[in-house]
């Protein structure tokens, strides 16, 4: 009996070291161990990779898992050092408490700074840790004001803000849609709530009237009750600040009650997802995205190629090249400081002026991106069509051929 039990321990670690093999091959090329004489630098990435958004949050880190991959193959030396980037992935599961726990477990791992969080109801708790270890964290999706005027050292983001967005969604729903009576649904988050306050002073400083405010959470999907409300008033425009797993439902039920207003809303729901979703009630809504459209994007021909011949032919949701873009910039300042020690590089990425594949990247005194521009679109023939882009400056046009050279210089 001793000698079978001793048989079955024996058995057992073998299978366990067996399946520790398997897993780490499983974490490919960004996870990959470090070579003989490298040093092992760890960049932590945290979106939701759980939930009804967990498409957008796998889309974010696929952007991360992209770069560092590309880093990796560069072989690149910061300070005379060859190092092996290491991609620390976390979920949050778009939960604000959760945000919280998997930024002190980064903290905790040792990274030596963040890309993410996707939503900012989780990016600005968040980035209260990250600035008390003095870790530099750049969002390349969370739009809330509120992120970069914490007077954080250590805040960035490579997208522009609420402000920008709401105001160029309130100023077209009168100007372009001629909207003279407006009903605005927001899903409570940090986001959501947001962006609709934005839009919300955007359209009655264009002389237009609110007629109707409701909320929802960012897990419904009965909206029943609060669409018979609101078609009571007639509006031209309903907006609504949230995400895609919302308005695609949305979308059909205001179809199914005969609402006959325009839906409009943020980057949340500028999806393929969305049209997905929603059906044939996707056409003709709008929304719009931070940034240039994907086409001008200087380098987005490039690096879309590269992510579908990456991800098996996987299509782009919307932020996965500005996550891209913002491995890039730490690990530019990086060497540029001569050092992946946070607190000498930190200041560099202050200082960036990268030509990414999302445009010429450089932030102001707050950490916000410059020159910030917003894109609005319909969905027409079961698309989404580029109908204006206020603001903005793209990048030189030689950065689209090698934005990955840019990077490593």
Same mark, same amino acid.
């Given at each position: ?23 780490? @091959? ?5 996870? @990959?161990?470090?070579?003989? %004489? ?15 958004? @967990?498409?957008?949050?796998?889309? $974010? ?13 560069? %072989?690149?030396?910061?300070?005379? /050092? ?6 620390? =992935? /976390? ?9 919280? *726990? ?16 996707? !939503? ?31 007077? #954080? ?44 306050? *934005?839009?919300? %002073? ?15 959470? !960012?897990? +419904?999907?009965?909206? !029943? ?43 949340? &729901? *500028?999806?393929?997802? #969305? ?6 009630? =996707?056409?003709?809504?709008? +929304? +719009? ?10 380098? #987005?021909?490039?690096? $879309? ?47 960036? !002026? ?5 445009? $010429?990247? *450089? ?9 910030? =521009? ?6 027409? $023939?079961?698309? &989404? ?11 030189? @046009? ?12």
């Amino acid at each position: 009996m001793k000698n079978i039990a001793r048989l079955s321990i024996i058995a057992a670690a073998v299978m366990t070291l067996a399946a520790c093999g398997k897993e780490e @091959a499983k974490t490919g090329d960004a996870s @990959a161990p470090a070579a003989a %004489g490298e040093k092992v630098v760890k960049i932590g990435q945290v979106s939701p990779m759980t939930g009804p958004i @967990a498409h957008l949050g796998k889309d $974010n880190e696929a952007g991360a898992i992209l770069a560092i991959e590309e880093l990796n193959a560069q %072989g690149t030396e910061i300070g005379g /050092e060859k190092v092996k980037f290491e991609l620390v =992935s /976390e979920d949050d599961q778009a939960d604000p408490k959760i945000g919280t *726990q998997v930024a002190q477990r980064l903290v905790d791992a040792g990274v030596v700074g963040v890309v993410g969080h996707l !939503n900012s109801g989780t990016t600005i708790p968040a980035s209260k840790i990250y600035s008390d270890a003095g870790i530099p964290q750049i969002s390349p999706s969370a739009t809330n004001p509120d992120y970069t005027k914490q007077g #954080f050292k250590t805040t960035f983001r490579v997208i522009a803000n609420d402000i920008q967005q709401g105001k160029a969604l309130g100023e077209f729903a009168v100007d372009n849609l001629k909207a003279k009576k407006v009903a605005i649904i927001d899903d409570r988050t940090a986001y959501g709530q947001g962006l609709a306050d *934005q839009f919300e %002073g955007a359209v009655k400083a264009k002389g237009a009237q609110v007629v109707k405010r409701e909320f929802t959470t !960012n897990n +419904a999907t009965d909206f !029943n009750a609060i669409l018979t409300s609101i078609k009571a008033t007639n509006p031209d425009v309903i907006f609504y600040g949230g995400m895609d797993a919302q308005a695609g439902p949305l979308a059909k039920q205001m179809q199914r009650l005969g609402i006959k207003a325009k839906l409009m809303g943020g980057d949340g &729901w *500028q999806t393929p997802e #969305f049209i997905k979703l929603a059906g044939e009630s =996707s056409e003709g809504q709008l +929304a +719009a995205s931070p940034g240039q459209p994907k086409e001008k994007l200087p380098g #987005f021909a490039s690096f $879309n190629d590269k992510f579908k011949k990456r991800f098996n032919g996987q299509e782009i949701q919307i932020y996965a090249p500005y996550e891209y873009d913002a491995v890039m910039i730490l690990v530019d300042a990086m060497k540029r400081a001569g050092s992946t020690e946070p607190a000498k590089y930190l200041p560099e990425v202050g200082k960036t !002026n990268h030509d990414g594949v999302t445009g $010429n990247l *450089q932030f102001d005194e707050v950490g916000d991106i410059k020159n910030g =521009s917003v894109t609005v679109y319909q969905v027409k $023939n079961g698309k &989404w069509e580029v109908l204006t882009t206020v603001g903005g400056a793209a990048a030189p @046009a030689a950065a689209a051929s090698a934005p990955a050279a840019s990077a490593a210089q």
